[in-house]
């Protein structure tokens, strides 16, 4: 009788044992589960802050929207192939520059001489090596050219006459100087001289100047993550619309408008560049990170919503570990983010 209790009681014991552990693999299962497994991609794009969709024809709304899918799609096929994110931000940053739509390659805005003088710049978080072109006129790719910069010489920035004799010297697709140009960005440069010629009429007088809402321009830019653990970032624009002869932007300043290191994150920035030169914006994001123990959402948020308070710009960031963010401070900018976990979104303003 004995035996028998004792060997019910084992039995008992032993259906037990079995069904905790069932039940903590049953939870461990579940954790696992619910953990996000790690991005092996990623890719973010940007077709310039400014403006405010809300008062964008829906024809406006739809090309951007449409240009904004083509171009991450581009990105991330690359991506996903197993390719690199130097290639990536390239090809993204090329078709762009294509489209007309956008202030980066044809299309770009006017210069008060009425001409088109265009800014670009990559870099690869790898090696932190980087190469940037200002100024150029003739280069149909100026993105490019910023990257043989970067591969075929020991500098980083050449300047107009100086960049197009590298040009000469590269295989880069040239183009007469007319090319770039379009009747919208003329009409857009004549709306900037009227309101610098009432402005310069007003400082006379003693009134402050009118501030005109940042408007929607259109440059563009990439930051991507590839398999390999690689960060790279691309920007090109025309820069600001009616600028003086000789005026570069942040886009081809390095640490200004374009950062890359693997170590801790990408950026592409976009807005009103003298004031992005002025705070180191993108390597600003990067030292926060760094030296502050901040995290990709807070200091790309820092930079964009408390240091350049009143002015006006965003930027698109990734960090080591594919992390995502885009803040701006106006009412618009087009822009999208894909990963190898599947996001994938398109968006223009605030509102959405
Ligand atoms: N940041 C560019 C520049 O100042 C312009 C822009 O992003 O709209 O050249």
Known sequence: MKTTRFL??????????????????????????????KVEYAIVVHGGAGGNPASWSDRQ??????????????????????????????QVVRYLENNPMFNAGRGAVFTAAGKNELDAAIMDGSNMKCGAVAGVTTVKNPISLARKVMTETKHVLLISGGAETFADEMEVERVDPDYFKTRGRKEEQERAQEIDKINAQRLAQGLPELKEKYSYVGTVG???????????????????????????????????????????????????????????????????????????????????????????????????????????????????????????????????
């Open 222 to 352: 990439c930051v991507a993550l590839d398999k390999h653990g690689n960060l790279a970032a691309a920007t090109s624009t025309g820069g600001m619309s009616n600028k003086k002869y000789g005026r570069v932007g942040d886009v081809p300043i390095i640490g200004a408008g374009t950062f890359a290191d693997n170590r801790i994150c990408g950026i592409s920035c976009t807005g009103h560049g003298e004031e992005f030169i002025r705070h180191s914006a993108a390597h600003e994001v990067s030292a926060m990170m760094k030296y502050g123990g901040k995290s990709l959402q807070e200091a790309s948020n820092a930079v964009i919503h408390e240091t350049l308070k009143g002015f006006d710009g965003g930027m698109i960031c990734i960090d080591k570990e594919g992390n995502i963010s885009m803040p701006f401070n106006t009412r618009g900018m087009p822009r999208a983010a894909a990963d190898s976990n599947g996001l994938f979104e398109v968006k223009l303003g605030i509102e959405e």
């Open 61 to 90: 709304k739809e090309t951007r929207i449409a240009a904004m899918t083509e171009a991450v799609n581009i990105g991330k096929k690359i991506l996903a192939e197993g390719g690199t994110s130097l290639d990536a931000v390239e």
């Open 8 to 37: 019910f009681g084992l039995m008992f014991l032993l259906g037990l044992t079995a069904t905790l552990n069932k039940a903590t693999a049953h939870e461990e299962k579940k954790s696992e589960e619910k953990k996000p497994s």
